[in-house]
């Protein structure tokens, strides 16, 4: 889902014409839209065993850690 948001972002500095603002503008809220949709995910996303977070394990930043396929708590898978 990155890749998608990251295709969103150029595409969008790509198709910047002033001609077409509209379409821009749109395109710059579904950007922005899908990049506050990948967060609030992120926030969510926990085991579904033991309901660790994956991704924001505390309170400090740089507990972020990408989710992996087992639970960094109880070591089960996360499907
Ligand atoms: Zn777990």
Redo the contacts with the bound molecule.
Sequence with gaps: MLIIQAFLTISHKMLNDPNEVNFVTWHYLSALGFGVFIVIFALKLG?P????RQVFRGWSIFDIRWPEND?H??K?SLD
């Design positions: 085991c065993h033991c309901g660790a639970c708590g109880c089960k």
